[in-house]
């Protein structure tokens, strides 16, 4: 079954022992973008600007500080299978994502379309 996905954003992830406020402070002036936060999303603090077209967030983790992709798509479990078959492995779901680990080693997401233009953008799949 076709499906589309395409590269979603980057997200940068803080400890809980940091101050994600501070952090994000910091991202928005580095990369000259301004903070904007969401109210049913405590975890996260976005930075609006331009970035390409990407989203880029700072978020509290669970886990050592690192950033990570996000690989929006359609159809998730769709594209987790397509991705498993390039060589990544499924490590865990979260609430509306799946957590992938590249043969590299590191960490991305599979979540949902969250920026205009996703129908005219993203790459379609067999």
């Known amino acids: 079954m ?9 997200i940068i992830d803080c400890p809980p022992s940091q101050d994600l406020d ?22 996260y603090v976005f930075l609006d600007g331009e970035a390409g077209g990407l989203e880029i967030a700072v978020q509290r983790i669970d886990h050592e500080p690192r950033v990570h992709i996000d690989i929006e798509a359609d ?10 078959k390039c060589g990544a492995e499924r490590v865990r779901d979260g609430l509306r994502w799946v957590v992938m680990r590249a043969p590299t080693g590191h960490a991305f997401c599979v979540v949902r379309p969250g920026r205009p233009g996703f129908e005219d953008d993203a790459t379609e799949w067999e």
Not at 2 to 10: E, F, M, R, V, Y
Not at 24 to 42: E, I, N, T
Not at 75 to 84: K, P
Request: net charge positive.
């Open 75 to 84: 159809d998730i479990e769709a594209e987790v299978a397509r991705l498993e």
């Open 2 to 10: 076709p499906h589309k996905s395409q590269l979603g954003g980057l």
């Open 22 to 43: 501070a952090a994000a402070a910091f991202w928005a002036k580095a990369l000259g973008l301004k903070k904007r936060r969401v109210p049913d999303s405590p975890n």
